[in-house]
């Protein structure tokens, strides 16, 4: 059983060792960390799991810690007599990889190579071992994948708790915005304190549900730490009362430091957030695609077709008389929670019409995009999908001819292309929007003989 839950940053300066005085000027937070911490003591858990953004990450897969003991010091931040080493849970996270591995889930023990224990852990391990030791350890890392994936995390961590009658305490290990003071380490950006006001009112009020609707590019731009350690702890409370206590916020060196401690209670059927998230992102999604015109009807289908049987769609007779006759370049987009999940077009035309050339796009963006796995049939009915045709493109002599949302740009060099549509999510300046075109490409932005096309686009959602 889950016995409690906590949030936490983990700044190595908290660390007397570490900050040498420094540490005072975080004193609310010093102050709320010994309280989180005397308040998991008297849950007395069997078990510790803490949740870290500097454990191992991959893109695709949550990596649980393996072993038999977990250790590690400080010696990163010039503190090496700060030593940690404590046993790890190894039924625990035995249970859970066998649970994860039985549901198709994409987690578990089996690409752990990171045997030392990261900042993101020893920090709350510092302030917890103060006042208690006696517990076994286990440490999950974050990944790339949407957050409703890491809420099902939380949850399955759960189920393996009640399986093995465990006492479980949870730290959910982050700090918040890095961006928020110009003499800060990472400078100054609005969304910065943004972030920072709406997470703590997210999780001081124990409103879980708010955290699948943070924009992966506000996220991005805040440049947060520890949102995805809180959707997991989230998931873990899933369907459950609890009483939220913010102890402490601060931003004095410019990042976001937040402590809440969660008092677990009872059973809540209407606190089920990835269950009533997924309804309302079903109902969302069907509506879309519902009322998408005939091109996005086509590449849903074709995207269909595809993934559910591996044929490509074959050409409908029923089209619009632009699909048939008219041949273009085209990008087919898809997206799953809020996330990129494919991206896959032509610059100029390769079939002999639109129709064409928006299927075989669809079935690349689904199953031949090299930064994604394939598609999966169970992934279908979450799934939102734009087409984007493309103007022809027409040099550009100065960046003053340039419009991030009214234009797509084509930079050449050397015999390389890199393309980025206009008007995406996250990129808010001309120099952001070459800067990445030339990276897809494969070359420096200052490049001697860079080329820069613009484009427009019709964009069909």
Known sequence: MIVKAVMVPHPPLAVHEVGRGEEEKIGATLQ????????????????????????????????????????????????????FRKEYDEEFTHALSQLLYENDFP??????????????????????????????????????????MHYRLGMYIAETAEKLNRRIAVIASGDLAHCQKEDGPYGYKPQGPEYDEKIMETMGSARFGQLFGYPPSFLDAAMECGHRSFVIMAGILDGT????????????????????????????????????????????????????????????????????????????????????????????????????????????????????????NAVSSCSRDPRFHPIEPDELEWLEINVD???????????????????????????????????????DSVQQQIDIACSKGGFDSDADDLKIERFEVIRHV
């Open 32 to 83: 709320a960390y010994r309280k989180a911490a005397a308040e998991i003591r008297d849950t007395a858990p069997d078990t510790v799991i803490v949740l870290s953004p500097h454990a191992l990450m991959y893109r695709d897969y949550f990596n649980i810690s393996k072993g038999r003991q977990a250790y590690g010091n400080l010696a990163r931040f010039h503190a090496a007599s700060v030593v």
């Open 241 to 360: 009362a609890v009483t939220p206590h913010v102890l402490s916020h601060e931003a004095t060196f410019g990042v976001g430091y937040g402590v809440v401690t969660y008092d677990i209670g009872e059973k809540d059927e209407n606190r089920c957030f990835l269950e009533q998230y997924e309804e309302q992102q079903k109902r969302k999604v069907m509506d879309k695609a519902a009322s998408g015109d005939a091109y996005v009807q086509l590449a849903r289908a074709s995207v269909v077709s595809y993934v559910q049987s591996g044929r490509v769609l074959p050409l409908p007779e029923d089209l619009p008389d632009e699909l048939l006759k008219e041949r273009a370049g085209c990008f087919v987009s898809i997206h799953e929670h809020g996330e990129l999940r494919g991206c896959i077009g032509t610059i100029a035309a390769t079939r002999d019409c639109l129709a064409q050339e928006i299927i075989d």
């Open 389 to 427: 045709v493309l103007g022809k493109p027409e040099p550009v002599e100065s960046i003053d001819q340039l419009d991030v949302r009214k234009y797509g740009i084509i930079c050449s060099s050397r015999g390389r292309r890199g393309l980025l549509l206009p008007d995406l999510e996250g990129v």
């Open 107 to 148: 987690g578990g023990t089996e690409y752990d190579r990171d045997p030392e224990l990261d900042h993101g852990t020893m920090v709350p391990m510092y302030f917890l071992d103060q006042v208690f030791s006696d517990y076994k350890l286990v440490r999950i890392g974050l990944s790339g994948l949407p957050l409703p």
